[in-house]
């Protein structure tokens, strides 16, 4: 049985930033996938200044933007309320994070994730190798079975999605329905109108979630869905989102003569990162959206998949040096004082308060007011600013 430092099972952003991180370390690094890249990932495909400043720490932004030559910076996000109150926020540049604000296909954004990882010498990469379990020994795995062979590591990180077999196996998985939601997204071609913006508009034919437009240039645009579970069972996603392209304004305005990309159309489920279980076990970790690391206001994922990622390489370039199964506490130490409280507890809460229309147009309406409040909304948004100052803003309304 091959041995290495740590075993990684899945080869998104979250396994590819925790490889990359531990390999900077010194660490031997058996990166897994069950796909053959390049493989699709149904997603929205925003990437936030505090994402993109990550990816550019670990070297893939400059393949990234080697690959899709000019890329165009987004600018501001505008938001539309069921009553139709529309406000455009600026998203301005903050001191702490280098990068910009993009829309990347996440196929596009995977692969050059791969490519790093090919290229690292302390980094071995297996595609095409399924995880089938994990052998425990107490709280220590000793080692992963895979469609490709077994391995062993001193640390294992799942990092392999939303069915992650990892976490289903330790008990680890989300299972609350009050925790979880559901995406549906497609590319459109001939977009008309398409700025420098994302939109994310709320509307009453999708309740407790919103539609959002993202241009991705050459007039091609993201276009999606997003809906907490819980309202799942009364109300079918695809049509919801048919009603959304075909009735909300600023959707049939820009896609009136747009075409649906064939195969373009899928849905995705969203662990929400308000779950309240712990997210590792002895040795073993998990990270992104097997540890349901999604946040529970806007469903973006990509962040917290990165950030989780280099969290997990601490805690386990720590453990390495001490004892391995010391590993969840450090894990647990620095996710839960990063993401606890400003992402995941005071995001459930906005999360419950937007669902109520009258509070939901009551704060668009003040955010319309003035220019400074409406960059607060989408810096909050964009991971610029925390989100209890959005919550602050809504506090005259009660």
């Given amino acids: 049985m091959q041995c290495y430092d740590a075993v990684i099972s899945g080869a998104g952003p979250a396994g590819c930033s925790a490889a990359l991180f531990l390999a900077a370390k010194g660490h031997r690094v058996l990166l897994l996938d069950k796909a053959r890249f390049p493989r699709d990932k149904t997603c929205g495909d925003g990437v936030t200044a505090a994402s993109s400043s990550l990816l550019e720490e670990i070297g893939v932004m400059e393949v990234v933007k080697q690959r899709l030559g000019d890329l165009p910076e987004i600018q501001g996000v505008t938001l539309s309320s069921p009553a139709g109150t529309v406000v455009r926020g600026r998203l301005l ?31 071995t990469f297996l595609d095409n190798a399924a995880v089938t379990s994990i052998t425990m020994d107490g709280q220590r795995a000793r080692s992963l079975s895979t469609s490709r062979g077994d391995f062993s590591g001193r640390v294992i990180i799942g990092a392999d999605g939303s069915y992650s077999p990892l976490a289903s196996q330790l008990h680890l998985n989300n299972t609350s329905k009050e925790h979880q939601g559901f995406a549906i997204r497609a590319y459109f071609s001939k977009v008309e109108g398409l700025t420098d913006t ?108 990165l950030q989780s990622g280099r969290y997990a390489a601490e805690a386990a370039s720590r453990a390495i040096g001490e004892d391995e199964t010391r590993a969840s506490a450090y894990y647990e130490k620095l996710w839960r004082k990063e993401f606890l409280f400003h992402d995941f507890r005071v995001g459930y809460l906005l999360q419950s308060l937007l669902q109520h229309e009258f509070i939901m147009e009551s704060l668009l309406k003040f955010a319309s007011g003035k220019q400074r409040r409406a960059d607060l909304l989408a810096a909050v948004i964009g991971h610029n600013r925390r989100k209890i100052e959005l919550l602050k803003m809504l506090i005259p309304f009660f």
């Fill in 198 to 305: 994302i939109e994310i508009h709320y509307d009453r034919s999708i309740g407790s979630g919103y539609g959002w437009i993202f241009p991705m240039g050459e007039k091609r645009a993201n276009v999606g869905v997003g809906i907490t579970s819980r309202n799942m069972e009364r109300r079918r996603l695809k049509r919801m989102f048919e009603q959304f392209i075909e009735t909300n304004p600023f959707a049939v305005a820009k896609l009136r003569h747009a075409r649906m990309e064939s195969g373009t159309l899928k849905a995705y489920p969203l662990p929400l990162g308000s779950f309240r279980g712990k997210r590792s076990r002895g040795n073993v970790l998990l990270a992104g959206d097997a540890a349901s690391f999604v946040d529970p206001l806007t469903g973006e994922g990509i962040f917290y998949a």
């Fill in 93 to 123: 540049k903050v001191k702490r994070f280098s990068g910009g604000d993009y829309v990347i296909p996440r196929e596009m954004l995977d692969d050059c994730l791969v490519s790093c990882v090919r290229e690292h010498p302390d980094v």
